[in-house]
């Protein structure tokens, strides 16, 4: 098990905060919100999962290589989505195993998969209350709550800033230590309706970073690519 401490991950999330402008408080009120949401599924939920995971993970993102890449693999374990990704795998049929989600993707299809055995990690920060409030009670399956601030009763904080990164987090701290990379591209963030390009590249930076973190505690990541499982 290797997981980003709390003491480690904090001081990024400072640092993150100020280089964007977020606010801790506002993250902590969408955190509050969260919990008092999932209550103690979300613990619940994760005791349920955290022997469940191993070794070896697919990871999938959100770039547009993914379709791409899936198509080249012969992956048989377990499948993590990040946020929109679920919609590629999904349309695959490629069954998921674990959902990573801030609640901006096709949040319907996330709590379909969810229904059907898919466990959800479903994130609370500042930008997001609206989508906690309208959404999280949506999760149906095991679902568990996680946030990037000092976390309140019931929900967890693995460290991880986008939903990629965090899944990643997440990952490693359930068990795995080997992580397959399939639709992630750090150098070209994909167009989204409503996001900012360079913002988006941005945060990929600091996803790359926090990825790094992992890797040097001892993390193996390997793109898709290059991994055993091509076909």
Same mark, same amino acid.
């Given at each position: ?5 709390? @003491? ?8 993150? +905060? ?7 408080? @506002?993250?902590?009120?969408? $955190? ?49 989505? $990040? ?9 695959? /049929? ?22 059907? /055995? ?19 009670? &949506?999760?149906? /399956? ?10 309140? $009763?019931?929900?967890? !904080? ?10 990643? +987090? ?12 399939? /639709? ?6 994909? !167009?989204?309706?409503? &996001?900012?390009?360079?913002? &988006? ?5 600091? $996803?790359?970073?926090?990825?790094? @973190? ?18």
């Amino acid at each position: 098990m290797i997981r980003l401490k709390l @003491e480690t991950w904090l001081p990024i999330y400072r640092e993150i +905060c100020a280089d964007f402008g977020f606010d801790p408080e @506002e993250d902590s009120k969408s $955190a509050d919100l969260l919990a008092k949401i999932l209550g103690g599924r979300s613990s619940a939920a994760f005791e349920s999962v955290r022997r469940s995971v191993p070794k070896t993970v697919l990871l999938c993102g959100g770039a547009s290589s993914l379709a791409d890449e899936l198509s080249l693999l012969r992956f048989e374990g377990y499948v993590v989505c $990040a946020d929109s990704a679920t919609t590629v795998v999904n349309d695959a /049929g490629i069954r998921i195993d674990m959902i990573v989600t801030d609640l901006d993707g096709i949040v319907e299809e996330q709590t379909e998969v969810n229904s059907r /055995g898919a466990v959800a990690f479903v994130h609370a920060h500042g930008d997001n209350m609206r989508a906690v409030q309208d959404y999280a009670g &949506k999760f149906t /399956g095991a679902a568990v709550g996680t946030c990037q601030c000092p976390p309140p $009763a019931n929900l967890f !904080n693995f460290g991880g800033f986008t939903d990629g990164d965090r899944a990643a +987090c997440i990952c490693s701290a359930l068990g795995a230590s080997t992580i397959i990379l399939a /639709g992630f591209d750090f150098e070209n963030p994909s !167009n989204k309706l409503g &996001k900012n390009r360079e913002v &988006k590249a941005r945060k990929l930076r600091w $996803a790359k970073h926090i990825m790094n @973190e992992l890797a040097r505690d001892g993390v193996r990541f390997i793109p898709a690519r290059e991994s055993e499982f091509l076909a």
